[in-house]
């Protein structure tokens, strides 16, 4: 369970391979290597434990998916299939043309999952829910908002939370990521933003997500190009609520005080994305364990609560991650190991009735690998991490957040 690594690394070889059939025009080896790929893909995202992680791989998942059910198509037909396709991108790249940096997905984030974030959930229900759900309530001057800013530290959930709303809404979902804008597309930036929106208005009802939208929008280094980009942003969102009435628009930033006041003005609300409060903190390391093995209880989860206060949400994924390869370690530092009745081999102390001196090495020469059974995760283990482990987010940090709500924000 904990060498998950390996069918991430396996899934990439055989991607490899399959893009070189690919773009070599072989699509008949091409197809069955992309489908290998996404058979380890997916036994990778079953056990991978960071979000962010799987959420990056998921992309990749359905791109391949994608462009193997492209390939089968053409190949039942029996037509060549050069006349259908360009060449894909190569594995961890991005694909070619402007139009590969805007993604349409379906994120397929429940409500359920977001941690905390009660006040920012409530003003999203209010604000697009139930104006969706009951329109009777909001016609005249109540009308529905339809352009938000997420702000707050790095790694608080901001992207999960617009993720959610989306689910709940289930319009069709494109995101684009402004950093990727600025570094691959920067001359091209304003048309990608163009594009953008007209796509969104050809799929309407639909959902635009714009993340790191201050590295897209933000103050200072002028030139052409991020004149050109600022002043379609501008006009683009000056339509969201009047002639677009079924677009919704979310951008996200950790740098608030960059963006300067005319984009700022675009956004119905302003909600600041906090850090997880104890409640939330308990909440995400039950998440993040799963369900891997623990030995822990309620008040163990409390304890870890307390001890992580300042802790963003990625903080503790990345916290977890660590915890999860201590069996792994004690496994193989161990010198005893015991067979239950069922086969299978765990550590043990050597006064343990039944215990062989041994170690996992030895077990796996002997081909008994899979037998190997890992210990559960233990409050210990999460103390070991936890004492080397500090808050990403400083103080000094959270008091820009909180002088931005007073002037321009509110409350999330």
């Not at 999960?160 to 689910?167: H, I, N, P, Q, W």
């Not at 802790?311 to 161990?334: H, M, N, Y």
């Not at 009735?353 to 090495?361: D, K």
Request: hydrophobic residues 35%.
């Amino acid at each position: 369970m904990y060498s998950y690594g390996s069918f991430k690394d396996q899934a990439i070889e055989y991607v490899k391979q399959a893009v070189q059939e690919d773009n070599a025009g072989n699509y008949a080896k091409a197809f069955p290597l992309y489908m290998n790929a996404l058979e380890y893909f997916k036994t990778y995202l079953k056990y991978e434990p960071n979000l962010k992680m799987r959420e990056a791989v998921q992309d990749k998942f359905t791109v391949y998916l994608r462009r193997a059910e492209e390939i089968r198509a053409v190949l039942d037909e029996g037509q060549p299939s050069h006349t259908y396709f360009r060449p894909v991108a190569k594995p961890g790249g991005c694909e070619t043309g402007l139009n590969s940096a805007i993604k349409r997905e379906n994120p397929n984030v429940k409500w359920s999952d977001v941690a905390g974030l009660e006040r920012a959930k409530q003003a999203f229900q209010e604000a697009v829910i139930l104006p969706l759900k009951f329109p009777q309530f909001f016609t005249g001057k109540q009308q529905q908002q339809r352009t938000f800013l997420l702000y707050g530290p790095s790694g608080t959930g901001k992207s999960y939370l617009a993720k959610a709303v989306a689910t709940e809404v289930n319009f069709t979902f494109f995101s684009v990521s402004s950093s990727n804008l600025v570094s691959k597309w920067k001359s091209e930036s304003a048309k990608l933003v163009s594009s953008l929106f007209q796509t969104a208005r050809e799929n309407a009802p639909a959902f635009i997500f714009i993340d790191e939208i201050d590295t897209l929008y933000g103050e200072g280094n002028e030139n052409e190009a991020s004149t050109k980009t600022k002043t379609e942003l501008i006009v683009q969102m000056q339509d969201i609520g009047y002639t677009d009435q079924k677009i919704l628009v979310i951008a996200t930033t950790n740098a608030p005080f960059a963006l300067d006041q005319p984009i700022r003005r675009r956004f119905d609300k302003r909600i600041y994305i906090p850090l997880p409060d104890l409640k939330a903190r308990q909440h995400m390391f039950k998440v993040h364990l799963g369900d891997t093995p623990y030995n822990l209880t309620e008040s163990d989860f409390e304890y870890l609560a307390s001890r992580t206060e300042g802790f963003s949400g990625s903080d503790i994924s990345i916290c977890v991650e660590d915890v999860l390869l201590e069996p792994i370690r004690k496994t193989q530092d161990a010198m005893f190991f015991y067979e239950n009745p069922e086969g299978m081999w765990t550590l043990c102390e050597p006064e343990q009735q039944g215990a062989v001196q041994t170690t996992m090495q030895e077990l796996a020469s002997k081909g008994l690998s899979s037998k190997i059974l890992p210990t559960p995760v233990t409050r210990t283990d999460f103390e070991k991490i936890l004492a080397r482990k500090k808050p990403t987010v400083s103080k000094a940090d959270l008091k820009v957040y909180e002088r931005f709500t007073k002037e321009y924000g509110e409350e999330g």
